[in-house]
């Protein structure tokens, strides 16, 4: 029995042996390296980042050296330091999220609306204005902010420095996005829904409002969510265009904390950002889930991701 059972094992090690060489040497099996790759991209980006928060659970002051879990002091808890009672870091906070609403408000309906202009438009000049659509997406952001501050300075001198002069920064720098995501929608969907529209008898207003609209709202969404994560994450424009301290942003608010003594809260208020952008993706996710329900095949889950990809990744 003893001789039997070392075959049978001796048998088996062989025969995974054999498995394991078949996987590894299989060209046409999944690209095992890039699966690596891709792991190791998503630790290094994300561990950095889950220390930080962690760190904002600290129960002391250091943001270096672990002492203790605090709960929430860093957030509420403290009556001084805390992002609740500092009024500084109140004030960034709403500043950030104030920006990254009237960014959504204004750059996603003009996007829209230059998306639908630019793919319709085969007339001269069209050329022209599809690269100027797509030169934001490839000026570095330094070169944009300094821009900005000297269209400002010299040229729109009724515009000084201030939440105004930041939302048309953010929303000069965030609009081809949107742009470029409506048009990856419209060229995915082609015209023949607004085709079939017209021949029913539909006027042009009424094929935009009710068949063209609909259609794009997934790429409306993610267009939504997107300019939210560019504009909350923005320091050089934000930076340049800034009136002092009563339009500080996290970012700026962090960097100039960073430059002193930072406490925990400064962790918190940026753990905080990191929350707020989290929302944001998994509220994009479910409503591009609902709005493209009908797209998907039945039981199957690819043509969902796929289609998400395509229209929040065509940039």
Known sequence: MTAIAAGGSAASQRSALARFRAWAANPWGRPRFLVLVSWIYAISSILPVIIAIQFSFNSGRSVSSWQGFAGFKWYWGDPTNSVWHDPTLQTALFQSLKLAGLDMI????????????LARWRGYGSGASNFLMLFPLVTPEIVMGVSLYLVFLYLFTFIH?????????????SLSYVVVIIRGRLFSIGRQYEEAAAD?????????????????????????????????????????????????????????????APLPSVNALAAIMVYFTLAALVLAYL??????????????HG???GGMVG?????
Do not use: K
């Open 311 to 315: 229209d929040m990744g065509a940039f």
């Open 303 to 305: 043509a969902g991701a």
């Open 287 to 300: 409503l591009f889930r609902f709005l493209t329900r009908g797209e998907r095949p039945a039981g199957g």
């Open 200 to 260: 029913l008898g539909a006027t042009p207003w009424e094929t935009l409002r009710l068949v063209l609209l609909p259609l794009l709202m997934p790429a409306i969404f993610s267009s939504l969510m997107i300019v939210f994560a560019i504009s909350i994450d923005d320091f050089v424009i934000s930076q340049w265009l800034s009136c002092g301290a009563g339009c500080d942003t996290i970012p700026i608010r962090i960097y100039s904390a960073t430059r002193g």
């Open 106 to 117: 204004v750059a996603t309906p003009l996007g829209v609306m230059l998306a639908l202009g």
């Open 161 to 173: 420095p201030s939440t105004l002069a930041q939302v048309l920064g953010h929303v000069t720098f």
